[in-house]
């Protein structure tokens, strides 16, 4: 369970969001709102692909995030630079577990420059706030 100091703490940085579960789903269902949520969706598709034991998983996962996120026309594409795009291209016949980290951090400086100082002005957001101070009433927050 998250309380007001936490909440009060995603407002520092996007990691804090990204590594709690309630914040990261209000995160999400921001994105999702300006029709960008396929960036948490990939930064978090790379996280778990990061995570990945086996050769074989690794390439048909590989191989699900190429299809899912980055190659053109992809269902869920993302916006990264054509040089990214074609390094990752070339080499996702041999995948490894570093083959998506320049797009990761592509897209994850996108969300923490851009998406994320929305969220952070966003009624999603201040909601957030707003049921954790209802949950220790004792505290108020300046900033709202």
């Known amino acids: 369970r998250s309380n007001t100091g936490e909440t009060m703490a995603w407002s520092e940085s996007v990691d804090t969001v990204l590594a709690n579960k ?3 789903t209000a995160f999400w269902t921001f ?7 396929e960036n948490v969706e ?11 034991k086996s050769s074989t998983k690794i390439a ?5 995030i190429y299809s899912d996120f980055i190659q ?9 630079d054509f040089h990214t795009k074609n390094d990752i291209s070339q080499n ?3 995948p490894t577990l570093s083959c998506f980290d320049a797009a990761q951090s592509s897209i ?8 994320f100082p929305r969220f952070l002005k966003s009624e999603a957001y201040k909601e957030l706030v707003k049921k954790h101070q ?3 009433h004792k505290r108020w927050l300046p900033f709202l």
């Open 42 to 52: 990939f930064w978090l598709a790379c996280e778990d692909f990061k995570k990945t």
């Open 72 to 80: 053109a026309d992809a269902p869920k594409e993302i916006n990264i």
């Open 22 to 24: 309630e914040g990261l």
């Open 92 to 94: 996702i016949s041999d």
């Open 134 to 136: 209802e949950r220790n």
């Open 31 to 37: 994105l999702k709102s300006e029709f960008s949520e």
């Open 108 to 115: 994850y400086c996108l969300m923490a420059k851009d998406s």
């Open 60 to 64: 048909s996962k590989a191989q699900k």
